[in-house]
């Protein structure tokens, strides 16, 4: 494990934490609970029986422990790394990151078997349960362009297939506000350090988790009943805390 300061957020953030748990006492809804059923995207690539290679998404969205922990618990998605994407490898560190001056963005790596999701459905979660794609450089108690909405495109298909959901979702206004998820193609992905890995599965009662996370694993599992897997792929063999 890691030294207390690497692991929790600053002290504005727990200030958040303690007043969304006081929130979840008097039984009033909290930011991640927020999810919402949006249509599967017009166009996409459906999943392809006669697929012989996987498929990669890279996505952002806020705090990567938890889209970690969404993607992990997604059928057909074969591996879900926590990361950086939008700057260089010389900057793709936790502490550096958290500047706010890297161009990074915490990301996912999400690797999906074509055979039984497609990258359309990838989307679809990614948007509706993995984090609210109308907050501009932020989600929840988290500030800042790393906690940016943003899609990393790993091909023109993809950018395509991304750039068209996108403009289907602001057309249907299924939110409140517009979708200010951004495309940035050609950016490389960076795994995060080992200890940011299987973050959401090795602590289930840490404050963060509890508040912010776990409600959208459970709204995967209502929103999404066909594509939840209640055993998540980890990345790492370590037990899960009890």
């Not at 990151?97 to 459905?121: L, Q, W």
């Not at 984090?131 to 899609?151: F, K, W």
């Not at 298909?157 to 289907?168: D, K, P, S, T």
């Not at 200890?195 to 959208?216: A, E, S």
């Amino acid at each position: 494990m890691p030294q207390p300061s690497s692991l929790f957020r600053p002290l504005l953030i727990f200030t958040a934490l303690l007043l969304g748990a006081g929130l979840a006492l008097r039984g009033l809804p909290l930011a991640a609970e927020s999810a919402r059923s949006i249509p599967p995207p017009a166009l996409d690539e459906p999943a392809d029986p006669q697929a012989t290679s996987e498929g990669v998404a890279i996505l952002a969205g806020g705090c990567f422990w938890g889209t970690q922990g969404v993607f992990q618990h997604v059928d057909g998605v074969t591996a879900a790394v926590s990361g950086y994407a939008g700057g260089t490898a010389k900057t793709a560190h936790y502490e550096m990151v958290g500047t706010n001056k890297t161009g990074h963005a915490e990301a996912v790596r999400v690797t999906f078997d074509p055979r039984r999701i497609s990258y359309g459905r990838i989307l679809q979660i990614y948007f509706s349960v993995a984090h609210d794609p109308t907050e501009l450089n932020r989600q929840g108690p988290d500030v800042g362009t790393q906690y940016r909405s943003a899609i990393f495109p790993t091909s023109p298909e993809q950018a395509h297939l991304a750039e068209a959901y996108i403009a289907q979702l602001n057309q249907s206004r299924v939110f409140d506000a517009p979708v200010v998820t951004k495309i940035e193609p050609d950016r490389e992905f960076f795994p995060a350090e080992d200890y940011h890995q299987d973050f959401l599965t090795r602590n289930p009662r840490h404050p963060y988790i509890v508040i912010n996370d776990l409600p959208k694993i459970e709204n995967l599992k209502r929103l999404f009943p066909d594509l939840y897997s209640a055993n998540p792929v980890l990345v790492t063999e370590a037990t899960p805390r009890s």
